[in-house]
């Protein structure tokens, strides 16, 4: 490492520190208090849109909500076929309030949920909440991964195919939302060549793609695809209303312009198609907490919106809930606000600065990321390390084996894993093998997600020590056999260290990109305190909107690659160079003591 080299790295590091050590006092007034994920109350109720579609339409004819549901004290807890007995495991999102989000506690709240909780109460269950992405939840729960799917999960012919639904406790409008000043003013103004962003795997997208016969922009979560909205790289969002409405903040550079009907009936909770039992003790439940006006209450403090006509929660013979006159609410509110001046567009500076350095978000960020975020990083790094570095040796030993037995197996597994993304294979194991061992683990992602990481490494890693072995020059092997070693022992003892050595700073990057495909394991659905840095940054970032504890966790893993990097390249240096001549040292060659001892 040269001496620039070595002033580059410390700068870099010496930086770093003193950005953190500076984003901790609090340098403005800043929305660091302002919790997206907590309730909005009666101040956000809504009204029927007046801005629908002109070719919206009302659901469809309701041949799914059950006439009536079992009485509760009819329900024996001990047959829904839950995966922990008298326990409810549910598959949820972190990032999409008011309806399902983690709040600033870190606890998995919002409408869907908080109502799921007061049903498990009346079934006299436990409640577990993982978070998940919907890409992969439907899937999760058809194969018993999850007990129920809590999404705000519109019900479609298509998604009935893979998993059963309770009867709806909610509705769905879509909402289109555009930036500042687009031409774009309505759905009848979509076309082909726009950029419209959806949420990957929603109705949203199917209404995109089979309703108005476009090639939408597909992103993974609620919250990209709004900063991409917000950054106008993109044309639209087509969204849910509710998350809509707990998304755009005034002031910001975006506005929600038109609404229409979900045309695909109710919001439900998704179960597994066979476990009727199941949907019939929560079809219970949720008519249980209608009745007692609980889901009124639940609904009022987070989705305050009047109801559409003909529409109403549960059972067909639940009774209609008693709500609060949200239209006149709504319009006093807006009477209120008519006097007030609107929030002033920002200006690019000021919209940057706000994203990137509100010095409270990242003050209310490093407690979560050091607590929570860093521990689950290294344990899933340094424990996938492990195991890729052992299979990756054995990998590295079969190929250059001398029976073809051993190196096409090593041949084939390499091909495969390495050809994978990391993603797919992450997803293949926890969804694939999870339900196999799922009495060895206790149906618990976190060793799946550790085996995942660390198959994908072994891959790597064994090319990795196969290319420093075969670059051992042949004459080692030759001279250690001819001074009576073993070919195993000649392995062992010369050629394997000399080659280890050759091969650390590529070793010390593979364990550089595992650190950071640790944060695709939260797809397998982790509970609130498995959560590792991005996924700690990604959740506070949706709870208030800004990309301040992105960028928090971002520099971590700075923190940490960083100086491991210069580490291993002093490492190197030193394994390459020998130890630097100490005058002191009586063995260096040209000591003098030792050359007069020599004469």
């Known amino acids: 490492m040269t001496p620039s080299t070595g002033r580059l790295g410390k700068a870099l590091v010496l930086a770093l520190v003193g950005l953190l050590v500076f984003s901790l006092p609090s340098a403005v007034p800043a929305a660091a208090d302002v919790d997206q994920c907590a309730p909005p109350g009666m101040e956000s109720a809504s009204a029927v849109p007046t801005n629908l579609a002109s070719a919206a339409q009302g659901p469809g004819e309701d041949k799914y909500t059950t006439p009536s549901v079992q009485p509760l004290d009819s329900i024996d807890v001990n047959t829904l076929g839950l995966g922990t007995p008298g326990v409810l495991t549910v598959g949820t999102l972190s990032d999409a309030p008011p309806s399902i989000c983690i709040n600033s506690a870190g606890e998995f709240t919002g409408f869907d949920n908080e109502l799921l909780r007061a049903i498990a109460e009346k079934l006299g269950l436990r409640i577990n909440f993982v978070g998940t992405e919907f890409s992969g939840l439907l899937a999760q729960v058809a194969s018993r991964r999850f007990d129920v799917g809590s999404s705000s999960i519109t019900t479609t012919e298509a998604r009935r195919r893979t998993v059963g639904f309770t009867n709806g406790y909610d509705f769905g409008y879509f909402s289109l939302v555009v930036p500042t000043g687009s031409d774009i003013t309505g759905f009848d103004k979509l076309a082909a060549g726009q950029r419209i962003g959806v949420v990957q795997g929603t109705v949203q997208e199917a209404y995109v793609v089979d309703t108005l016969q476009l090639d939408p922009v597909k992103f993974p979560d609620y919250n990209t695809v709004y900063a991409s909205l917000k950054s106008r790289q993109i044309d639209a969002w087509v969204a849910p209303s509710q998350q809509a409405q707990g998304t755009v903040q005034p002031g910001d550079p975006a506005e929600i312009i038109e609404n229409t009907f979900s045309l695909d009936n109710f919001v439900a909770y998704a179960v597994a198609k066979e476990n009727k039992p199941l949907i019939d003790a929560l079809n219970s439940g949720l008519d249980a907490v209608i009745a007692d006006g609980t889901w009124a209450r639940l609904y009022a ?299």
Do not use: C
Not at 391 to 418: E, H, K, Q
Not at 432 to 443: A, I, K, Q, S
Not at 475 to 486: D, N, P
């Open 301 to 599: 403090e987070w989705v305050p919106r009047e109801l559409p006509p003909g529409w109403k929660p549960g059972s067909k013979a639940a009774p209609l809930p008693q709500l609060p006159d949200f239209a006149a609410i709504a319009a006093a509110n807006q009477e209120a606000d008519a006097g007030s001046p609107g929030a002033q567009p920002k200006s690019v500076l000021s919209q940057l600065r706000d994203a990137f350095l509100n010095w409270d978000l990242y003050k209310q960020a490093f407690p979560d990321l050091f607590k929570t975020g860093l521990p689950n990083t290294l344990i899933l790094t340094i424990s996938a390390s492990v195991i890729g570095l052992l299979l990756g040796m054995a990998l590295a030993v079969m190929g250059i084996s001398g029976s073809r037995w051993l190196r096409w197996p090593a041949r084939v597994y390499t091909d495969i894993f390495r050809g994978l993304p990391e993603v797919v294979i992450i997803l293949l194991i926890g969804l694939g093998v999870g339900p196999v061992v799922g009495g060895l683990t206790g149906n618990n992602p976190y060793p799946l997600g550790i085996a995942a990481l660390g198959l994908m490494a072994a891959a790597y890693v064994g090319e990795i020590f196969r290319s420093g072995i075969q670059s051992v020059e042949a004459g080692q092997l030759e001279a250690s056999r001819a001074l009576g070693f073993s070919y195993p022992a000649s392995m062992r003892l010369v050629v394997v260290p000399q080659g280890v050595r050759r091969v650390l700073p590529a070793l010390m990057n593979q364990f550089i990109s595992l650190l950071k495909a640790s944060s695709l394991v939260y797809f397998l659905g982790l509970v609130a305190n498995q959560r590792e840095l991005f996924q700690v940054g990604r959740d506070l970032n949706a709870q208030t909107g800004n990309l301040s504890p992105l960028v928090a966790a971002g520099l971590l893993y700075l923190m940490l690659t960083i100086p491991l990097t210069h580490l291993v390249n002093y490492i190197d240096n030193r394994l390459r160079r020998g130890r630097p001549a100490s005058a002191e040292d009586p063995l260096d060659p040209v000591h003098p003591a030792a050359s007069q001892e020599m004469i």
